[in-house]
């Protein structure tokens, strides 16, 4: 054999080595959603939507041998389609679109576990929870801590992680849950699996949220860098957009505590995206990450799902009733994260205990996170205001020392400002991550808010039960407790003005202000 020749065939073998290795290799591709909230039908942007999620999960799947599909929490509270049927339709979803585990959000506790716990008896997806112990509740037996898949030889492992009940649940619709630290549950499981189970490679599904938790609510950040043997996170909770492909993306690669990469995902809300990771499963190792939107492409694949559509049929007929029954007029369009959504709320609360308690009021406060949907320019119709304010809360009113008062403002500062009345002014500065801020100064009517003096405060319930961390509230004399809620009081509200003949609108400027 001469030289040429035998540089030739080496050649050719290492090609023909390559080209086998490639054939041959197998991947794993996780899909993955999260945060959903009942977006069943696309969203005001054309976004999203079940049955178009249902096109693309079924493309790929038909193009992979591998597909392990999976829910981070928070697939309901968001539209009429919760507010109707109470998780019916998205947990019968999990199962229609094959699911192969999900965990709960602190959202699927909204109406009580009792509520839940009766869809979740019909579902057949793995529910999962590792740090969770619900021993005499209505959700005792329905969980498993994790589930172990094959692939190609390969053994899987999902995870369950949920968040701490405290500041996020209300204490009524959580009676009996007893939680054990996220991260510390997270790498034990994992190690067990490894060690015991003899599991390949460990997907912890979490509901914590990225990064900015509280020390006793570690978040995935923290799993990571607490963590030796989780090998990727699929994560909830916060709605972070975890992009790679966008430049000023939050870092979808994290330090373990071995300083070992290890890749965390999360695509947004509603079911705009679905993430999309692709494992090799011969080295284990991570071959790519990116999110495919979900948006009106996948339109012309949805027909042939007609028992899907016979399913969904007689809950959509119930949801357009309301959506298609307008009950007044916005001047303009109000993103629900905007200061003219923010202040034409904390200006209703204030208004509505006002005329319901009979009461001289000094202020309201609420959160901005119940506000769940936009407000359009032009019509809005019942369902849309029922989707706003989906929450069974209810406005109570507070007396309040200025101290506490300003206790329970630095809480909202630390997370960026939230909503209050026409008659409060705040300046504030920020401590630091899940840090109370400092108040530089606040007032009432042009007056600074007195440590010392007594205020009525008009807020939800659930702030004065301590929700979203407002701990200042929890000690504080309740005055009035309205017996409806609110989004019932808001609908009266709403339609009120539209008999005057106005629009709704609102003035866009902040009434908690940051300096830096």
Not at 26 to 55: C, F, K
Not at 68 to 75: E, I, K, P, T, Y
Request: aromatic residues 8%; proline residues 3%.
């Amino acid at each position: 054999m001469n030289r040429k020749f035998r540089i030739w065939a080496v050649g050719a073998a290492l090609a023909i080595g390559a080209f086998c290795y490639y054939a041959l290799a197998e991947r794993l591709v996780i899909l993955s959603t999260n945060d959903t909230h009942s977006q069943i039908e696309p969203d005001a942007a054309n976004e999203g939507g079940i049955m178009r999620r249902r096109a693309l999960i079924d493309s790929i799947r038909a193009a992979e041998r591998n597909v392990l599909l999976l829910d981070a929490g928070d697939a309901v509270q968001g539209t009429v389609y919760f507010n109707m049927f109470r998780g019916e339709v998205e947990t019968a979803m999990l199962d229609s679109l094959g699911y192969d585990a999900c965990i709960m959000g602190n959202h699927e506790f909204d109406n009580g576990m009792d509520v839940i716990s009766r869809f979740y008896r019909k579902m057949r997806t793995p529910l999962l929870s590792a740090n969770y112990r619900l021993t005499g509740t209505p959700l005792e037996g329905l969980t498993r801590p994790y589930v172990i898949k094959q692939y190609a030889g390969r053994r899987i492992a999902v995870v369950g992680i949920n968040l701490l009940p405290e500041g996020m649940i209300a204490p009524e619709n959580s009676v009996g849950v007893q939680y054990a630290d996220a991260a510390e549950i997270a790498d034990l499981t994992a190690c067990y699996l490894k060690r015991v189970e003899h599991v390949d490679f460990v997907i912890a599904l979490t509901h914590v949220g990225y990064s900015g938790g509280r020390d006793n609510n570690p978040t995935d950040n923290m799993i990571v860098q607490r963590s030796h043997y989780i090998d990727m996170v699929v994560g909830g909770h916060s709605h972070t957009t975890i992009n790679p492909a966008k430049a000023k993306s939050v870092p979808h690669l994290l330090k373990n505590a071995d300083g070992r990469n290890v890749l965390v995902t999360q695509t947004g809300s509603r079911g705009r995206s679905l993430g999309y990771t692709a494992i090799d499963l011969d080295r284990l190792t991570v071959e790519c990450y990116k999110l495919l939107p979900v948006d009106s492409r996948y339109d012309g694949r949805t027909s042939r799902y007609t028992a899907l559509q016979a399913f969904l049929a007689p809950y959509k007929t119930k949801v357009d009733s309301l959506m298609n029954h307008t009950v007044c007029h916005t001047a303009e369009a109000m993103p629900n994260s905007s200061m003219q959504a923010w202040n034409l709320v904390g200006d209703a609360a204030f208004d509505i205990a006002a005329e319901f308690s009979s009461m001289k009021i000094d202020m309201a406060i609420m959160n901005a996170g119940g506000i769940r949907q936009s407000f359009p320019k032009g019509a809005v119709s019942e369902g849309l205001i029922n989707s706003m304010f989906p929450f069974r809360n209810s406005i109570v009113v507070l007396e309040m020392t200025g101290q506490q008062l300003l206790d329970a403002l630095a809480v909202m500062g630390g997370r960026g400002g939230d909503i209050v009345s026409r008659q409060a002014r705040v300046e504030y500065a920020r401590q630091g991550t899940a840090k109370p801020a400092k108040i530089l100064r606040a007032t009432l009517n042009g007056k600074d808010i007195n440590p010392a003096k007594c205020y009525r405060v008009a807020t939800l319930d659930y702030l004065a039960g301590g929700g979203d961390y407002m701990e200042p509230m929890t000690s504080c004399k309740r005055l009035y407790s309205d017996s409806k809620q609110f989004g019932e009081r808001m609908l009266h509200y709403v339609k009120a003005i539209d008999a005057r003949g106005k629009k709704l609108k609102a003035s866009g400027k902040p009434r908690m202000i940051e300096k830096k």
